[in-house]
Each structure stands twice: as structure tokens, then as C-alpha cells.
């Protein structure tokens, strides 16, 4: 799901139907018919694009000032919105520039993680981490994989149109192409729980992953995915 703000304090829902067959599109219209559909609607992929194209397709949609998206299994307090905010706020007065990001983490949560995770699990989480510095280039975020990210609309603008990942991995891409930019990304503690229903399988979307990562390394270094829209000057 996508939401966008305004300073005026108004919001819009997007939320992203990737070509499911459930009940999603329509249980939705029928928020839209009780709400209005400038506070909430839904956008029906007619295939499935896969997450990251999903969340691009949202992005690119929002009109919104500020563009969160997060996971619609509410695995993140959605309460932490604030205080994520907030954090983009600050990042962006601080920095006087109107292009930011601010990153829900679950780094604080790792040291729980480890404990009541199997040891395959555990294995796989510090691989990833681990290639995600090495292939990936990301040393500045912890978390890349949480699903709760909030950019100001310049950032958004920036980086989605310019992405090339549509599976698990476009969060990677975010960075990479937030870092080529100079776009900066704090990172906020959020309150998360693992919820049933993933469409993770371990080892398989792990290698995914992994495969991703070396496709975003290996095509920018040789140019063949580029960086060509700079940000605008402010």
C-alpha cells in the first residue's frame, strides 16, 4: 500500500492489487464508495509484476507532498508513521534540500531475531546482510528490507522512474540509485512482527535476492542501467 500526505494534513491510500485473485480490488471499492476515492483506492495490476514493480507503480501514482509505502499485512505499527516523519523533517532542514528518505528499520529487533530463529535462518539473514554491503554497495542503511520507506516527493520522483528491479530486491536499487544522486536516508527504529503469510521462501527467495544483487551490481558498473535524470537544481 502507498500513502501520500500533504502539508495541509490530507492523505490518500493507494493500495497496489498484483494481479491477485482474491477479494482485494473489490473489498477496497468498497472502501472508496463509503470514503471517496481520493482518500483510498486501488490500483489492479492486470499481471503480476512482482513487489518492486508493484510499489513503483503506487509511487509513481501518489500526489501526495510525502509518499510512504508500506507492506499491507501491517507487519509495521502503522502509529510509527510520526515519528518517521519526523525523521524525514529533520533530515531535510538539515540538510536545506527538498530530496530525502527515511527508513523504518529493524535493526534494534536483531538480537531478538537471532534468538528465536532457527539456525538456517539466522545464516541466511547474515549472508544477506552481508551481500547487500559486499555486491550491493549499501553501507549507510542497516535495514534495506523493511517494508515501511518514506520519501519526500522530489526523492520519489527521482528514483522510481529510474529503476529497472521488479522482484524482491528493488529495495537495493532504491539506494543504490539514491546514493549515485547524493539523496540522503536516515533510518528510524520501528515497531515490526513477523506476520503469517509470507511470501518468502527461505532459500529460494534468498537466491533471488542474491541474483538480483549481482544483476544491479554487474549492470550499472558495465552502464548498461544508468543513472541519466540528476536532480533538479533547488
Not at 508493484?54 to 508513521?81: M, P
Not at 534540500?97 to 527515511?102: D, H, L, S
Not at 549492470?219 to 548498461?224: D, F, S, W
Amino acid at each position: 500500500a502507498v500513502v501520500s500526505t500533504q502539508s495541509t494534513g490530507s492523505y490518500e491510500i493507494i493500495v497496489v492489487d498484483d494481479g491477485s485473485k482474491d477479494t482485494t480490488t473489490d473489498m477496497v471499492h468498497s472502501y472508496s464508495k463509503k470514503y471517496g476515492s481520493n482518500i483510498i483506492r486501488c490500483m489492479k495490476l492486470p499481471a503480476n509484476k512482482g513487489k518492486g514493480g508493484a510499489v513503483r507503480q503506487g509511487i509513481l501514482s501518489a500526489r501526495g507532498k510525502e509518499i510512504l509505502f508500506a507492506d499491507a499485512d501491517g507487519a509495521t505499527d502503522i502509529n510509527d508513521l510520526e515519528k518517521v516523519r519526523k525523521s524525514l523533517h529533520d533530515l531535510l532542514e538539515k540538510s536545506n534540500t527538498k530530496y530525502g528518505i527515511a527508513v523504518g528499520s529493524r535493526a534494534h529487533l536483531q538480537d531478538e531475531a537471532v534468538a528465536n530463529r532457527s539456525f538456517l535462518r539466522n545464516i541466511l539473514m547474515y549472508g544477506f546482510h552481508m551481500f547487500v554491503y559486499l555486491v550491493g554497495g549499501i553501507s549507510n542503511i542497516k535495514d534495506t528490507q523493511c517494508g515501511f520507506k518514506l520519501f519526500s516527493r522530489s526523492a520519489a520522483q527521482a528514483i522510481f522512474p529510474q529503476m529497472n528491479i521488479e522482484r524482491w530486491a528493488f529495495d537495493v536499487e532504491i539506494f543504490v540509485i539514491a546514493n549515485i544522486l547524493g539523496i540522503e536516508a536516515t533510518e528510524v527504529a520501528v515497531n515490526w512482527e513477523e506476520i503469517d503469510g509470507s511470501k518468502i521462501v527461505p532459500i529460494y527467495s534468498w537466491l533471488e535476492m542474491a541474483k538480483d544483487l549481482l544483476m544491479i551490481r554487474t549492470r550499472y558498473m558495465i552502464g548498461a542501467w544508468a543513472v541519466t535524470e540528476r536532480l533538479k537544481a533547488e
